[in-house]
């Protein structure tokens, strides 16, 4: 089974903080991605990464970057945390080809930035 | 631009009661997805449909793919509270990108 994990299930920040979130995943998948959750609005794509080094901004880049340095991880980062990026952060991730194409999500990050 | 809508929002139902939720989604896609979510977890993938007509079923869940109406129905039969959670739908843009509707949070009610 893939298996998609995030460093973090709760994580509390103060506005102004670096954040990072990590996002692992075991099935040497090229495609990653970084999505918020917030009621209402569905998920919402921040960006995607189809290969090492690789990014692509999403609906909603604004206030966020990515690095991914290895295959198998990818990282969100919040240069500088603001309440407004308060939310719940899923990854997830898919292999090429194959005739679904599905995504595989981790459990989640929720985010409080006070 | 790909946009997809979900209705209803809300739905409480009571169990053994049949009720369905729409996905509507603007322009092209040429596959679409179905995920659960329970409280406090992540997405679990439960169907994705390639092709128009193509319907699928697991237990009392049955979803149906119409490209020309550009709708998919999650039909659900003789609802039981296990099956509480919110459903999402989610059309493809491009080779990769996924765009999902707001969500449908479904409550059974003994």
């Known amino acids: 089974d893939v298996k998609v994990t995030q460093s973090s299930r709760y994580l509390v920040k103060r506005t102004g903080e670096k954040v990072f979130l990590e996002c692992v995943q075991d099935?040497?998948?090229?495609?990653m991605f970084w999505y918020r959750q917030d009621p209402g609005l569905g998920l919402r794509l921040i960006y995607f990464?189809?290969?090492?080094?690789?990014?692509e901004k999403g609906d909603i880049p604004e206030g966020y970057s990515v690095s991914r340095e290895k295959k198998e991880r990818f990282s969100l980062i919040l240069e500088s945390a603001s309440t407004s990026q308060t939310s719940m952060y899923l990854c997830?991730?898919?292999?090429?080809?194959?005739?679904?194409?599905?995504?595989?999500f981790g459990p989640g990050t929720r985010l409080t930035v006070l | 631009e790909l946009k997809v809508e979900q209705n209803p929002l809300f739905l409480s139902m009571q169990e053994g009661k049949n009720y369905t939720i729409y996905c509507n989604y603007s322009?092209?896609?040429?596959?679409l997805y179905w995920y659960r979510q329970d409280p406090g977890k992540s997405l679990e993938s439960l169907f994705v449909?390639?092709?128009?007509?193509a319907v699928k079923q697991e237990g009392r869940l049955m979803a149906s793919l119409d490209t020309k109406a550009r709708l998919s129905t999650l039909h659900i039969t003789a609802a039981v509270h296990d099956l509480s959670a919110t459903y999402f739908c989610?059309?493809?843009?491009?080779?990769?990108?996924?765009?999902f509707g707001q969500g449908t949070r479904l409550t059974i009610n003994p």
């Open positions: 997830a991730s898919h292999g090429p080809g194959g005739a679904y194409n599905e995504q595989f």
């Open positions: 099935m040497d998948h090229e495609n």
């Open positions: 990464s189809y290969d090492v080094k690789m990014k």
């Open positions: 322009t092209t896609s040429d596959r």
């Open positions: 449909l390639l092709s128009n007509g």
């Open positions: 989610a059309g493809r843009e491009g080779a990769q990108k996924l765009v």
